[in-house]
């Protein structure tokens, strides 16, 4: 079993759509598959916005949205949190875009208030782009999108503001277009339930209107010609990636069925299950959670820091002798580990990868301030009181 922030566990329906056979790709079956696809895309992003899908992993997503709407030589904000921030803006310094890091406190979400005034401090177009990640994957940390797509608003700033949700996406709550989007970024092997290999972008008109004139703007990710193109091959700039397709149109199908309301609430409990957990099996010497703000805790992913154990050592026991796969820590892979709970998970699930992980935690010497999986199962079982589904 793996509990790890991506690639999730895959339910045996995606797996079922993806082993199934080569179609004519030119016409027919793959047609409807692929049209399918993109109708039911924009409504996991709560956007009236345009879904594009390129071959690739997140960060393919990160050089769509760079090259459809940026000129070399534009500067961005980078609003820091976490790793993953830090590398987007490695990624588009590369590419000749001007970087400017907001700073963030160490274990805090990114600050709203700090955001608009350092907006309100330059001119209105002093910025091509403000750069936030919803869910940062090493340290768990979310950040209140809303919260930032007011502060952007209210600074006066032309910024397109652009979002990764490449951990979040179908699992922390998310409102596209409300929160004052312009560009979203996903993933399918998180929250999508979805074999790793496609990057999802979501741009309103806004976005899509500056890239006009954007001259990073390249052959293979331009969204204007697959957003012109009539033919399939058109959409995916080449060969249509077959076999996710199918896969993604069928997690996407679950999605619908379970609802995205219910299937928020169950990441919340789930989350706050884990929480509760790493809380009580705090003790000094052992383990500790790391984001402790209260609505800061992302509902996907939970990172736990061990500055007393080896999170290596933890992660070979559980792997090894138990066959859980935990996340190794981004930031400091000795000193601490994650633990994913994104996608196609559920209480039996959660409750086995807790309980393995304290026996883990017991093998390595670690202390433990309590059992964190009797805490789990009560906020487990207070949800499943309230909510029959959670």
Not at 8 to 35: H, K, Q, T
Not at 156 to 161: D, I, N, Q, T, V
Not at 198 to 219: K, S, T
Not at 256 to 281: C, K
């Amino acid at each position: 079993m793996v509990a790890i922030p991506g690639p999730s566990v895959m339910p045996e329906r995606v797996l079922a759509a993806f082993r199934l056979p080569m179609p004519n790709i030119y016409e027919g079956e793959l047609l409807d598959v692929a049209g399918e696809v993109f109708a039911r895309l924009p409504a996991v992003a709560d956007t009236a916005g345009h879904a594009f899908v390129s071959i690739g992993n997140g960060h393919s997503g990160w050089q769509m949205a760079a090259v459809n709407t940026l000129s070399r030589g534009d500067k961005v904000l980078v609003l820091e949190s976490g790793r993953f921030p830090a590398v987007w803006g490695l990624f588009l310094e590369r590419s000749g875009i001007e970087v400017e890091t907001l700073p963030a406190t160490p274990r805090l979400p990114v600050d709203p208030d700090a955001v608009a005034a350092r907006l309100a401090a330059g001119p209105a177009d002093e910025f091509a782009a403000v750069l936030a990640v919803h869910v940062d994957t090493a340290i768990s940390v979310r950040n209140d999108i809303e919260a930032i797509g007011r502060s952007i608003a209210a600074s006066g700033s032309s910024a397109l503001f652009v979002v990764d949700c490449i951990a979040s996406m179908a699992c922390d709550e998310f409102h596209m277009d409300a929160w004052g989007v312009d560009i979203t970024i996903a993933a399918s092997q998180k929250g999508l339930m979805t074999p790793p290999g496609l990057g999802i972008v979501w741009a309103n008109e806004r976005a899509i209107e500056r890239g006009r004139n954007a001259d990073l703007r390249d052959g293979y990710f331009d969204w204007q010609a697959r957003l012109e193109g009539e033919q399939i091959y058109q959409q995916f700039s080449g060969t249509p990636p077959v076999s996710h397709l199918f896969a993604l149109r069928e997690a996407l199908r679950m999605i619908d069925e379970e609802t995205l309301a219910v299937r928020w609430h169950r990441h919340r409990v789930l989350g706050d299950a884990v929480r509760s957990a790493v809380l009580t099996w705090e003790t000094p010497g052992g383990v500790e959670l790391l984001i402790r703000e209260l609505g800061a805790q992302a509902d996907c992913v939970t990172t736990v820091m061990t500055p007393h154990v080896d999170a290596l050592a933890l992660a070979s026991v559980c792997e090894n002798t138990a066959g859980l796969t935990i996340g190794l820590g981004v930031m400091d892979h000795t000193g601490s580990f994650r633990i994913g709970h994104m996608g196609h998970v559920n209480p039996p699930a959660l409750l086995g990868a807790l309980g393995t992980i304290e026996a883990g935690l017991r093998v390595v010497g670690a202390p433990l301030g309590g059992s964190g999986v009797a805490s789990a199962a009560e906020v487990i079982a207070e949800a499943m009181a309230t909510q029959p589904h959670a």
